[in-house]
């Protein structure tokens, strides 16, 4: 009898060490998920439509918080314009960059060299409706959405004291992956019209 309650007094310790073990790791797991969330990997969903067809609203994106500075032709995050609210657009232009809307074939120039914006464009739509010739300061991002004809970006701020540039400290990450839904899966790269401006 004694070798059965003594049995059953170590079963009882397995039972409470395999609990406690679960708790410990569901917590670690939840602290590392946070850590991750806060430092690495950020989730944001798409709130309109100044990214279609790239990304249409309620789409999801994962966003990379250390893939370092911005570089033209990113989608990236930032504190944008309306009090700081999260946004999401194309770099176009980055410190130093000459941007200039448009050439005599209605294209965006950056240095000279002329985009061809047809791969991420929004459908129908063109370059920009408004003529612009900015030069982007040191630190400072020229930021544009896909859908142009719908999307209040750097063009609709350039009368406002920071004349429509972001500072690059504001970003918070650039997007990597379309997650949701599942049917729009996509991996982001940088358009190789951007690879030509120098």
């Given at each position: 009898?004694?070798?059965?309650k003594?049995?059953?007094?170590?079963?009882?310790?397995?039972?409470?060490?395999?609990?406690?073990?679960?708790?410990?790791?569901?917590?670690?797991?939840?602290?590392?998920?946070?850590?991750?969330?806060?430092?690495?990997v950020?989730?944001?969903?798409?709130?309109?439509?100044?990214?279609?067809?790239?990304?249409?609203i309620?789409?999801?994106?994962?966003?990379?918080?250390?893939a370092?500075?911005?570089?033209?032709?990113?989608?990236?995050?930032?504190?944008?314009?309306?009090?700081?609210?999260?946004?999401?657009?194309?770099?176009?232009?980055?410190?130093?960059?000459?941007?200039?809307?448009?050439?005599?074939?209605?294209?965006?120039?950056?240095?000279?060299?002329?985009?061809?914006?047809?791969?991420?464009?929004?459908?129908?739509?063109?370059?920009?409706?408004?003529?612009?010739?900015?030069?982007?300061?040191?630190?400072?991002?020229w930021?544009?959405?896909?859908?142009?004809?719908?999307?209040?970006?750097?063009?609709?701020?350039?009368?406002?004291?920071?004349?429509?540039?972001?500072?690059?400290?504001?970003?918070?990450?650039?997007?990597?992956?379309?997650?949701?839904?599942l049917s729009?899966?996509?991996?982001?790269s940088?358009p190789?019209?951007?690879?030509?401006?120098?």
């Open positions: 009898m004694a070798v059965t003594k049995a059953e007094g170590v079963g009882k310790e397995k039972k409470k060490g395999g609990f406690r073990e679960t708790v410990l790791l569901l917590v670690l797991g939840v602290g590392i998920a946070l850590l991750l969330q806060a430092f690495v950020g989730s944001f969903y798409i709130p309109s439509v100044s990214m279609e067809n790239t990304l249409l309620n789409d999801r994106v994962f966003v990379n918080k250390l370092g500075k911005p570089d033209r032709g990113d989608i990236v995050v930032f504190k944008g314009w309306n009090n700081g609210e999260d946004t999401i657009k194309r770099v176009i232009g980055i410190g130093g960059d000459k941007v200039v809307c448009c050439d005599s074939k209605k294209r965006i120039t950056v240095n000279g060299t002329p985009l061809d914006e047809s791969s991420y464009l929004y459908p129908g739509d063109y370059a920009s409706g408004d003529k612009f010739n900015v030069t982007v300061p040191a630190g400072k991002l930021l544009m959405g896909d859908h142009r004809s719908a999307s209040a970006d750097s063009r609709a701020h350039m009368e406002e004291p920071g004349g429509g540039f972001i500072s690059e400290n504001d970003v918070i990450g650039k997007a990597v992956v379309r997650y949701w839904p729009r899966g996509y991996l982001f940088r190789d019209t951007f690879d030509k401006v120098k």
